[in-house]
Nanobody, 124 residues
Framework: QVSLTESGGGLVQAGDSLRLSCLQSGRAGPRYAIAWFRRRPGKGREFLAGVDRDGKTSFHVESVRGRFTVSRDNASNTVYLRLDSLKPEDTAIYYC?????????????????WGQGTQVTVSS
């Protein structure tokens, strides 16, 4: 079983930055590709970005490219999502998720394991 724990959310003002963290713990063995999703109030789940197991390949959806940046530190089993120039419409619960292949997550917007999420609230 793979456990994912998000942290780093909070209440910020428009224009501020945050760095979200996703700590992977649990079953040892092959690393997983990690992706970030969010769910805004009254909307469905959105895929935002992902990084492969080695941290060499990442993908960001066009709507957040240039503002959000995914990275990983395998030494600490942590994947990050940096959020810059935050807007009120970025208010959401942000989730990280794990899958075997980044490509599969990008294509299907599905993952095998999910964290509980961390709330980001951006005030105007």
């Amino acid at each position: 079983q793979v456990s994912l724990t998000e942290s780093g959310g909070g209440l910020v003002q428009a224009g501020d930055s945050l760095r979200l963290s996703c700590l992977q713990s649990g079953r040892a063995g092959p690393r997983y590709a990690i992706a970030w999703f969010r769910r805004r109030p009254g909307k469905g789940r959105e895929f935002l970005a992902g990084v492969d197991r080695d941290g060499k390949t990442s993908f960001h959806v066009e709507s957040v490219r240039g503002r959000f940046t995914v990275s990983r530190d395998n030494a600490s089993n942590t994947v990050y999502l940096r959020l810059d120039s935050l807007k009120p419409e970025d208010t959401a619960i942000y989730y990280c998720a794990a899958g075997v292949q980044l490509r599969s997550i990008v294509m299907t917007r599905q993952a095998d394991y999910w964290g509980q999420g961390t709330q980001v609230t951006v005030s105007s």
